[in-house]
């Protein structure tokens, strides 16, 4: 059984910073693919960043030049670096693995309220 637990939400003013985090536990063989969706009350889900297990990236338009995605291959964790927060930011965090054998997990979520 995997687990995906995150943490580093919060409230924080515009302009502002956050680091989320995704620890994975369990069974895990290996992790392909991490990533961070967001989803805003009233709004369908959305990619934020991913990262592959070679450290390749990929980002939303919407954050590009103020977030930053990685990951602790050893710790099986994924890291969210959010700066230069706007209020149109805040949504419930997601992060999602795609773990060999096991197919796609997800945490539990994290709420991030920036404020104007």
């Known amino acids: 059984q995997v687990q995906l637990v995150e943490s580093g939400g919060g409230l924080v003013q515009a302009g502002g910073s956050l680091r989320l985090s995704c620890a994975a536990s369990?069974?895990?063989?290996?992790?392909?693919?991490m990533g961070w969706y967001r989803q805003a009350p009233g709004k369908q889900r959305e990619l934020v960043a991913i990262?592959?297990?070679?450290?390749?990236?990929h980002y939303a338009d919407s954050v590009k030049g103020r977030f930053t995605i990685s990951r602790d291959n050893a710790k099986n964790t994924v890291y969210l670096q959010m700066n230069s927060l706007k209020p149109e930011d805040t949504a419930v965090y997601y992060c999602?693995?795609?773990?060999?054998?096991?197919?796609?997990?997800w945490g539990q979520g994290t709420q991030v309220t920036v404020s104007s």
């Open positions: 999602k693995a795609e773990i060999t054998l096991w197919g796609d997990h």
């Open positions: 369990g069974s895990i063989f290996s992790i392909n693919t």
């Open positions: 990262v592959t297990s070679g450290g390749s990236t």
